[in-house]
């Protein structure tokens, strides 16, 4: 792909299985973990090495820009690489403050960047037992580059993202993806709402996930939710 890529800001919104963590975490601190990462892509991950998504309670709400300081000043003195964001978890009307973990690549780890971010000011729920959906909104970093208009593709390569019209709300969008599903017969998709600013405005997206993305089907699939959306 000749595009350049450029980095710029947004979020990401999704309805997750999360449960609470306890592999070596500092006591009685409140850890969530994903439970089944793109689970509307139906892909065996396999046995776990390594943690996938966690999130850090936190006492208090966080702002994007006082975790990407904390992260500059981490990065400086641990010998591992990880990846944070921002991020709230609406789970039974409760809404929760945390910090998105992934790209860790060892469970030893987990305590040690609790601490780190302990000494850089944030502090941590005491922990309680959850097992619950909760709908997860990071507010993060991306890399993509705009391929054509109104389709970005992702450094990832299983990623893609296109331009929807409006906003949406998260009900809306949910019907939305559950009415293509039961209308076509490619269902090996997984689906999450978000925004991203680009050219200084912000643009409403859905983010597409599969093994292999297929570009023609991608913009089928553009096409089918653009459809949906006119009949709202």
């Known amino acids: 792909m000749s595009n350049k890529y450029f980095e710029t800001t ?7 299985k999360l449960s609470s963590f306890d592999i070596n975490i500092l006591p009685n601190t409140l850890v969530l973990e994903i439970q089944e990462p ?5 892909h065996e991950f396999g046995d776990k090495t390594k943690p996938d998504n966690l999130f850090f309670i936190t006492t208090n709400p966080v702002a994007r820009e006082n975790i990407a300081r ?9 010998n591992f690489s990880f990846d944070a964001a921002a991020a709230t978890i609406l789970i039974n009307n409760e809404l929760m403050h945390g910090i998105r973990i992934k790209d860790i690549e060892s469970f030893e ?12 000011g944030f502090a941590f729920r005491k922990r309680r037992s959850i097992n619950a959906v909760g709908l997860i909104t990071v507010k993060k970093f991306f890399n ?11 450094i990832n390569p299983q990623m893609a993202y296109f331009i929807v ?25 997984d689906a999450a709402y978000g925004t991203i600013y680009h050219n200084g405005e912000i643009e409403d997206v ?3 996930y599969w093994e292999k993305l297929d570009f023609d089907r991608l913009k ?10 006119s009949r709202y």
């Not at 793109?38 to 139906?42: A, E, L």
């Not at 009900?171 to 017969?185: G, P």
């Not at 089928?220 to 959306?229: F, I, M, R």
């Open 10 to 16: 947004g979020t990401i919104t999704k309805l997750e």
């Open 38 to 42: 793109f689970p509307g892509y139906h």
């Open 70 to 78: 904390a992260v500059k000043n981490i990065r400086k003195y641990v």
């Open 109 to 120: 780890h987990v305590s040690e960047l609790q601490s780190c971010f302990l000494s850089e």
């Open 144 to 154: 993509i580059c705009l391929y054509e208009p109104e389709l970005l593709f992702d």
């Open 165 to 189: 019209s409006r906003q949406l709300s998260w009900k809306m969008f949910e019907e939305i993806t559950k009415s293509i599903r039961n209308n076509w017969d490619f269902k090996y998709f």
């Open 206 to 208: 859905v983010r597409i």
């Open 220 to 229: 089928l699939l553009h096409k089918k939710y653009n459809t949906e959306l």
